[in-house]
Every structure is written in C-alpha cells, then in structure tokens.
C-alpha cells in the first residue's frame, strides 16, 4: 500500500465549471502524476512533479493545471470543464529519482454533462 | 507510431493453463523500462513486475515473468497456473529513461477472462 488516496472518487458536473481533483500521500515521495483513461487508450499523463512547486506537462496536458504547494498533495484542476474530460483520473506516486516503478491511486471518475 | 502494442484486446483462457500476453514497444532510446500491470473490475491499477533494457535477466513476481526479448523489442507477461482470480485487464507500459516527460507510455490493454 502506497498510502494514495484521491478525491473526491465520483464527481459529477456541468460543462464550464472549474473542477480540482487532489491527489494525497501520506510517504512524502518526490515524484507524483495525474494519468487519464479513457476507452481504447489505456492511460496518458497528463502533468507530473518531482517536488513541491516543480511541475512539467505530459502528453495531454491542454486544459489542465496542476499544483504542488505540499510534498503531500498534488492538485489537478480543469479551468473549465468540458465533456472531452469525462473520464477516469489516476494519480500515481514514484518512490525515489531511481525508482522506477509507479503506484497507482484508487482513481476519480469524473462525468462532465 | 505506438510506443506500446498489445495485440490482443481479449482472451479466454482455462483455469490453471499458463497465460502469454503479448507486447511489443518501439524506442530508441537505448535506457527504459517496461513494465505490467493488472486493472481488475474494481478499477484500481496494481503494479507486476518490472523490466529494465539493461537487465540480463528475465524479470520474475511469483506467477507473474516477463519474457524480455530486447532485439525483437517484445516484453510478453506469463503468467502461470491461471486462476479465476487473474481475469482481469493488463497493461503494459513503458519508461524512457533517456529523455522527455517523467512519465510512463501505456499501452490500450489486454481483457484476460480465466475460465473454470
């Protein structure tokens, strides 16, 4: 057990409000990501940190914000949230620079109407 | 191009028989990783067994090993003596270590149904 927990787990909104999700770690690792999944693509990475206030973009990144204020806490935040962002949103923790596994969080479905 | 092909999007399998999940990845980058994991109905994303391009050997979890073929850049997982606990979506995913985002490259995933 990573000790990752993400919330809220479901969230349901409307197209244009601005959503924050939070990714929560209890080990004090460095390096944290955001991945979406959605049907047929497997997961992508969205943004990830490898320390508080350092933050770098991934592959699909467009519409997203990410912040790292605390070791423990790495937030992810649609602006605006639109339906191509429904889907299912894992953060995953890595335990040190030459580490290379990831450990997945539970996940949050979010639902954009 | 696909970083990371996995060309079965399903299989059924007996219970007890030994599992090949194919996967195939594509890097010139001469430092990676690969890497499989188990996405059961429930949703959470469970960590197997890892691989690195400079590991002499085959990596081994238990069942799980993974068949690292580095000329034909093929990463298959076995999984022997399947139980009814393994259906289950697998993934394979990859690092290059080398360069660009700290981040892995998945493939779209293999849905393994064991049956009794």
């Known amino acids: 057990d990573a000790g990752i927990t993400q919330s809220p787990r479901h969230k349901v909104t409307e197209t244009g409000t601005p959503v924050t999700l939070r990714c929560h770690q209890t080990?004090?690792?460095?390096?944290m990501y955001w991945y979406r999944q959605d049907p047929g693509h497997g997961l992508r990475l969205i943004h990830y940190?490898?320390?508080?206030?350092?933050?770098d973009k991934g592959e699909v990144s467009d519409g997203y914000s990410v912040s790292r204020s605390k070791t423990e806490d790495f937030l992810l935040t649609l602006e605006s949230a639109t339906s191509s962002q429904t889907s299912v949103y894992f953060c995953a923790i890595k335990e040190a620079a030459n580490q290379e596994t990831q450990y997945f969080g539970p996940g949050t479905r979010l639902l954009v109407l | 191009a696909q970083k990371i092909t996995q060309t079965q999007p399903g299989m059924f399998v007996q219970e007890k028989e030994a599992v090949t999940l194919d996967c195939t990845y594509d890097t010139s980058d001469p430092s990676y990783g690969l890497f499989w994991y188990k996405q059961p109905s429930s949703g959470e994303m469970i960590f197997l067994i890892y691989q690195g391009s400079y590991d002499q050997q085959n990596a081994t979890e238990g069942r799980y090993s993974l068949n690292f073929q580095k000329a034909r850049k093929s990463a298959n997982l076995v999984i022997s003596a399947s139980q009814l606990g393994d259906s289950a979506m697998y993934f394979c995913a990859m690092r290059e270590i080398g360069g660009g985002a700290d981040g892995l490259t998945f493939g779209k995933g293999t849905h393994l149904i064991i049956q009794p």
């Open positions: 080990e004090n690792h460095r390096y």
């Open positions: 940190s490898y320390g508080v206030k350092d933050t």
